[in-house]
């Protein structure tokens, strides 16, 4: 009987560690995402690109390669970890093995690849922008758009997970 009970008691401390570490994961991924720019354009660190530099001219710049290469490489590992994990056969042993931790194990090897991810990005500042926004009135307007739509993806994300079963997608309920 003080086994089952030991037992639990470890199995409901590796749930609430899980639940921590992929709510924080979460959290940082928000800050990334979202407030990365911002934090950016405010501490006046290196501009995040350059106007005047031709596509064809930065991709023979081996900063802007690598910095290519690193981003896909941590993208395609994310891709792989998410695909992997998901395929059947790979389910079901992960099953066979964990059992009721089948779950929280998805959720932490999610949560540890988006920490890597997050934490090895390199920003490509040598490349030309994507798009600049320099004239009146898009110089209002465009920020005041994108801020808009930006706030309303989150606040989508965030009512999907209400309606979602949130105590399973972080790896508690089993």
Not at 26 to 39: E, K, L, N, T
Not at 90 to 116: D, E, H, P, W
């Amino acid at each position: 009987m003080a086994s089952v009970t030991a037992r639990n008691w470890a199995l409901c401390a590796v749930s609430v560690l899980n639940v921590l570490f992929v709510f924080i994961s979460g959290a940082d991924f928000i800050r990334f995402v979202s407030f990365r720019p911002i934090y950016h354009n405010i501490t006046g660190e290196t501009t995040l690109c350059q106007d005047s530099i031709p596509w064809s001219v930065a991709l023979k710049n081996s900063s802007v390669l690598w910095s290519l290469v690193v981003d896909l490489s941590l993208l395609a590992l994310f891709t792989a970890q998410h695909s992997l994990l998901a395929w059947f056969p790979v389910k079901q042993a992960l099953q066979s093995m964990l059992g009721a931790l089948n779950r929280t194990a998805y959720c932490f090897t999610t949560a540890l690849v988006l920490q890597i991810l997050m934490r090895y990005w390199q920003p490509v500042t040598g490349a030309p922008c994507l798009w600049s926004v320099r004239h009146a009135p898009w110089s209002i307007w465009f920020p005041l758009l994108c801020f808009a739509l930006h706030f309303l993806c989150w606040a989508i994300i965030c009512s999907i997970l209400v309606i979602f079963d949130y105590p399973e997608l972080l790896g508690i309920k089993q």
